[in-house]
Structure formats: structure tokens, C-alpha cells
């Protein structure tokens, strides 16, 4: 079979061929591997005539007749359209606002600058498509702050992490409430808050918030009823359950005991719903008037999650895969007929919906109310649980038999694959981006800022056969410009700004693009380096990405100077091979020198010598970082709650399961006092003095005080 066809179709499939390693060296896909990815993208090779009528079906439309239903524009650009068309052929454009533009091709046949975004139906050579018009960059912290250079801060946290009186053991949205004011009183300008995405209510063991069973959806068990139906109404659920004293229990631990925390607030959650349902007085009424006008208004995209929450609870089969073949298509009557005898359980998380949009809405308002210029900074997942609710439902924009990973790298010599279900490139074009545009959509709804996990996936993803290993993966690509484009025009459209999470391997070029459509890159604090190893200067940092100290996959400032996450990676055998724990903490000694010379923290005249934790007060070093990352010139500062607090342990470990109490770990007091403490007040104090020098630094000097 010839070598020269088989890269021809991979190509056209969307198999990036050669590509370069963290490192910087060359690599290309072997042939093999080629056939194996191309058959899991529905595009087999392993004959003549499979290689044949794959290509064939790939070909690029033909006529307006093969085009896809939606087609992406930049604002004020000339647009090549799918296929050619005769230039001044004409067209008609119908603006979302209301307007109609009658028009004809330019002289290349293209469409002409289009001065208005928004979603338009265009209509030419007797096809009607959408054309979604996109500003040419993203909503920034300038466009929020109304400042050219914008010095902002704020913090972020793991939501599940909270605590508050009555919250059951588990983070929820009242507690974010609450730390979203005192937040915002001591200056901040956002909250970045850990994904929201909707878990597998009949499967509370299943808890990681980066492996959602939906990104279309909420997170239930974060839902606080109390500020919709009243205090007195949920203490009331939770004595008929009998269930005051565990609920107590679970409020008093550490970690979060999942399971167990998870079937008690599910368990008075019904009890609650029952006692609504039946209910007759006016507030009751009212309260399932707004439930109905929720669900109504959520469409299709909820009504499928909740009957997938339904069917799982009720098959007690967590992989739909599994479930009777009638069962596994969403569109088939079988499931509506589930639907309509098992009326009351949809409804059921309906309700659950309804609760965790609200509190989230409620939160977002009260950060605005309370002088948040942006507010909550919500959190996509790279990917979803090919076993849930939004894999179920869109199963022509996802692929079947692939894992979302990444090639092996440094810190990761045998690759990884997180187990997570990729969107289908192709589907996502014959969808008109459906799934894509939702989940941008539900990010954004209660939130002023979106933080996209693994940003490098709009344009590339590591992708792994099941069953194969993560070295035996490649690179897909993604439709950049178009994904691009609709980040864009969300991003406008609710007046939110966008983060990219860009660490790892990033494509050459990809962090220009990311700048050039507004998209914030991150940068943290343990990777800005220059090429001798030292820790680089406030003012070398990039001016086009958020300042951060670290992120939930790495050590927190207080741990990384004590050493404890070496012990953690040496205890599960998550070191280098030619490394033990004693090269580690050697090599953190140096590394300790190292960042307290960048935070002159010692005199530059002594002599540079390894040191240890107890050399200086992890409290001295942690404000001096803080101080380091408000004097950058990143337009947003982000300080984790773990550095702001001074605590040693993360809150995931890369590499481990439950060896590791990940996604456990609670805050050390409720979200009323957590920022009341002198050390806690004085870090953020510092902090916002050090970003009003940035601005000052930015603007030449002058006083804005």
C-alpha cells in the first residue's frame, strides 16, 4: 500500500505527521500508528479500497450543498466560503440584530467584511448557512477594568474545598458567595473558581472535577437550596431524613469523604424536592413556576441530561455503553417513554440544575454587586467521562475508542492518557459546533472569565487508543480559526474574559496566536526561568498571560520550600528513574537559593550556598513571592487560596488515584473568616500595593491613588 496515500488521508483526517517533543527534537508518526488512529476516526486504511473510500469522504464540499451549517468569520475581514463560488454572485445576509444585507461576492469570490458579530444567516446560491461573525480578539481585562494596563488581582479556589455551617461535608455555592464578598473587599478583582461541570449523580465515588460526566451542565452537590427555599425548609428535609448528626460528622472532617457526603446531601436534596412537589401554598407554586420555566428554557441539552441521571440511577450501570441498545441512543422512544414513566425522578435533578445555576448566578452577582470587575473565573475541562451524561447525548461530535493524553515529556517520560472522551473534529464541523458553542455558553453564564484547561486542545490533542499505551498516541488536529472564532464572540457576548491554560508542550507559534485573539496564557512562578535556571525578574514576565504561584497539579509555595511534595512524589514512585529522594532535596536546596536571591531576600554579596527549609520563615518567603508576582506586568494576578493561606499541601497529586487524598482536601476555617486572619489580610494587602506599582510602573510613574 503506498506510503505517499496513507499520509494523504491521514492528513486530510487530521494526523499531524511530525511534530516536536518537549525537548525540541523531531518525531513522526509511524505508519502503523497511523492506521490505528485513522480506523478510531471512522477513516480506515488497512486496504486499497478502505484508503479509497476514506479519502473519498473527506474530500472538501463540492458545491453550497456539502457545506457545513455553520460557517466562522472575522469582523471587518473578507471570508473564503467552503467552496467556490462565481465572484458577484449574490447574497443575502440576515444580522441577528434584525437587519438585512442584500450583497454580492468580492472579486476572488469571497464573502466581503461583514461589520457586525453576531450569529447571521446568509443566504447564497440557494443554501441557507449560519455565519457566525467574531470580533477579532477576546474581552480582556482592559475591556473589563476600562484601563490600558490593566494590574489586576485575585484569588482562586477549589469550590469543593469551603466550608461553611451546614454545608454537609461539602464546598457549595453559598460558601463561594460568602468568600466572593470578603474577596472583593480586600480588592480583588476575581475568583477563579474549579469546574462546576456536572458529575454522575448515581456514582458518588466518581469525584475528580476535571473528569465531568457533562460540560454542558453544574455540579448538583454544590447546589445551597438555603438561599432559594429558605434555612428553615432544609433543616426541616435534613430531620426527616434523620440525618443531622452525619451531616454534622462530615462538616468536622479534614478530607472530604465523597460517598458518604455525597448520598446524605442527595438524600435530604429529595426529601426537600418531595416536600415541594406536594406542597399547595403560593411560594411553592411559585418556586415550581420558575422550576418549569428553568427546564423549558434549558431545552433538549438538560431534559437529556437528567434523563441520562435517571437511566444510570435506575439501571445501576454506570457506562451507558452497557445499557440496553434502545437505551443508549437518546433519541429513541424507548427513552422517552423511560422518561415519561419516571416523570417525577427528571424532574428531580432538574431541580438539582435549577439550584446549582442559581447559586451560581447568585454568586456572580454578589462579586459584581460588591465591586468585582470580573468576578468568577469559571473552569472547562479538557474533556468529558466517555461514560456520561454529555457523551451520551452528543455522540456524533465525540469519538468513539480514543482517550484525551499527552505525549511523554520531562516530567512525564511514559506519556499519560486521563481517560477522557475528545470531541470528534469532523463532528464538530457537520454539528455547526453545537456542543462546542453550549459548553462555552455554560462556562460563561454565571461567570466574568473562563479559564480553558489544556488550550493547546483548540488546536491539537494527544490522542490514545484504548487499550494502547500513551506512547503509542498522536496528535489530531482541530479546527483552530473556527474554535478560535467562537471563543471570541462568547467571550464578547457575556463580557467575560478568557484564559488559556498553555503549560506543557505548546506548539511553536501557538502562544502568539493565543495573544494576538486576546487569550490570556499562565504563567507560574516555578517555571519562569531564564536558560542558566534562575528565577526571572518580575519585569521579564509576559505581559500577554496571567501571573499565578502554582496550580492544583503542583506544589504549593509553603510546601515547595519544606520539601513535603518530594516526599509525597518519592513515597509513590513518582520520581525520575535515576532519582531518588535525596537528589531531589538536594537539588531543592539549590533551587531554594535560587528564588530567595530573585526575591532579595538575601544580600547579593554572600557567597550563594544550598539552603534549607529552616533557613528562613516559609511565612517571609511566601510573602516575598506574592509580592514578586503582583510587581509583574501580567494584566491578572491569580493567588491560590492554599499560597494566600500558607498551607503545605496540594490539592492533586499527577500520577496517583486515591493513594493520594486528591480533590480531598478542605480549607482550615468557613469562607466568613477564612481572609480575617492579620498574616492572611497583610499578604493580599501587600499584594494589591504591588499591582498598583505594576500600573504605576506601566503608565511611566504617575500616581493613580
Given amino acids: 500500500m503506498s506510503e505517499k496515500r496513507l499520509a494523504q488521508l491521514a492528513d486530510a483526517a487530521g494526523l499531524i505527521l511530525e511534530w516536536e517533543d518537549s525537548e525540541g527534537r523531531r518525531k513522526r508518526l509511524d505508519a502503523t500508528t497511523q492506521r490505528k488512529l485513522l480506523a478510531r476516526l471512522g477513516y480506515p486504511a488497512d486496504s486499497p479500497d478502505e484508503l479509497a473510500a476514506s479519502l473519498e469522504r473527506l474530500r472538501v464540499p463540492a458545491s453550497p450543498e456539502q457545506w457545513p451549517p455553520l460557517i466562522t468569520a472575522e469582523r471587518g475581514t473578507a471570508t473564503e466560503l467552503p467552496s467556490a463560488l462565481a465572484a458577484g454572485t449574490e447574497f443575502t445576509l440576515h444580522l441577528e440584530q434584525g437587519d438585512l444585507l442584500h450583497d454580492r461576492l468580492d472579486k476572488r469570490g469571497r464573502l466581503p467584511p461583514i461589520g457586525v458579530a453576531g450569529y447571521h444567516r446568509l443566504q447564497v446560491a440557494n443554501r441557507e448557512v449560519t455565519l457566525a461573525v467574531a470580533p477579532p480578539r477576546c474581552y480582556t481585562p482592559a475591556d473589563a477594568e476600562g484601563s490600558e494596563a490593566p494590574r489586576l488581582w485575585g484569588l482562586a479556589v477549589q469550590l469543593y474545598a469551603l466550608r461553611r455551617p451546614g454545608d454537609g461535608g461539602l464546598g457549595d455555592v453559598l460558601a463561594l458567595e460568602q468568600l466572593v464578598r470578603h474577596a472583593a473587599q480586600a480588592g480583588a478583582a476575581s475568583l477563579a473558581v474549579s469546574p462546576m461541570h456536572a458529575m454522575f449523580s448515581a456514582d458518588v465515588t466518581h469525584y475528580s472535577p476535571y473528569s465531568p460526566s457533562s460540560r454542558l451542565l453544574y455540579h448538583a452537590l454544590h447546589a445551597a437550596p438555603e438561599a432559594l427555599l429558605g434555612e428553615a425548609a432544609v433543616a426541616a428535609a435534613v430531620d426527616r431524613c434523620g440525618l443531622g448528626e452525619v451531616k454534622a460528622q462530615l462538616e468536622a472532617q479534614e478530607l472530604i469523604d465523597w460517598p458518604r457526603a455525597a448520598e446524605t446531601k442527595l438524600a435530604w436534596l429529595r426529601a426537600l424536592f418531595d416536600e415541594l412537589m406536594q406542597r399547595e401554598d403560593s411560594d411553592a407554586r411559585r418556586t415550581r413556576q420558575a422550576l418549569s420555566a428553568f427546564r423549558e428554557a434549558g431545552g433538549a441539552m438538560l431534559e437529556n441530561h437528567c434523563r441520562f441521571e435517571a437511566l444510570m440511577q435506575h439501571l445501576s450501570e454506570r457506562d451507558w455503553h452497557r445499557w440496553p441498545a434502545v437505551l443508549r441512543d437518546p433519541a429513541n422512544p424507548d427513552v422517552a417513554r423511560f422518561a415519561e414513566e419516571h416523570a417525577h425522578e427528571i424532574v428531580f435533578h432538574v431541580f438539582l440544575q435549577w439550584l446549582a445555576s442559581e447559586g451560581l448566578a447568585r454568586a456572580q452577582t454578589s462579586a459584581r454587586e460588591a465591586g468585582m470587575s470580573i468576578g468568577l473565573i469559571a473552569d472547562l475541562a479538557v474533556g468529558a467521562d466517555a461514560a456520561g451524561s454529555q457523551a451520551w447525548s452528543r455522540q456524533d461530535e465525540m469519538l468513539e475508542g480514543l482517550s484525551i493524553g499527552a505525549p511523554p515529556d520531562t516530567f512525564n517520560v ?248 486528591n480533590w480531598r482536601r478542605r480549607l482550615p476555617d468557613d469562607a466568613e473568616r477564612l481572609l480575617a486572619s492579620p498574616e492572611v489580610a497583610g499578604r493580599l494587602t501587600a499584594l494589591a500595593k504591588a499591582r498598583r506599582q505594576a500600573r504605576q510602573d506601566a503608565q511611566g510613574g504617575a500616581n493613580d491613588e
Fill in 414 to 661: 511514559h506519556g499519560q492518557d486521563w481517560g477522557l472522551a475528545p470531541f470528534s473534529p469532523q463532528g464538530l464541523v457537520r454539528s455547526g459546533f453545537r456542543s462546542f458553542i453550549d459548553m462555552l455558553r455554560a462556562g460563561f453564564a454565571h461567570a466574568g472569565g473562563l479559564r480553558i484547561d489544556h488550550v493547546l486542545g483548540l488546536m491539537r490533542l494527544w490522542l490514545v487508543p484504548h487499550g494502547a499505551a500513551p506512547t503509542e498516541g498522536g496528535y489530531v488536529r482541530y479546527p483552530l480559526a473556527d474554535l478560535l472564532r467562537l471563543v471570541a464572540l462568547e467571550s464578547w457576548r457575556h463580557r467575560a474574559i478568557v484564559i488559556g491554560e498553555d503549560l506543557g508542550t505548546v506548539a511553536p507559534g501557538f502562544r502568539q496566536q493565543l495573544a494576538r485573539h486576546g487569550i490570556l496564557g499562565m504563567r507560574v512562578l516555578w517555571f519562569e526561568r531564564d536558560e542558566e535556571g534562575d528565577f526571572l525578574p518580575p519585569g521579564k514576565w509576559s505581559h500577554d498571560a496571567i501571573a499565578t504561584s502554582s496550580t492544583h497539579d503542583l506544589p504549593t509555595l509553603a510546601g515547595w520550600w519544606a520539601g513535603g511534595d518530594i516526599e509525597w512524589r518519592s513515597r509513590f514512585g513518582l520520581l525520575a528513574d535515576d532519582r531518588d529522594a535525596d537528589d531531589e532535596h538536594a537539588e531543592r536546596r539549590v533551587e531554594r537559593s535560587r528564588l530567595v536571591r530573585a526575591l532579595h531576600l538575601v544580600d547579593d554579596h554572600v557567597p550563594e550556598s544550598p539552603l534549607d527549609a529552616a533557613a528562613l520563615p516559609a511565612s517571609q518567603v511566601l510573602d516575598a513571592c506574592v509580592r514578586q508576582l503582583g510587581l509583574t506586568p501580567a494584566p491578572l494576578t491569580l493567588l491560590p487560596l492554599e499560597d494566600a493561606l500558607g498551607l503545605e499541601e496540594q490539592a492533586n497529586l499527577p500520577g496517583t488515584l486515591d493513594e493520594h487524598p
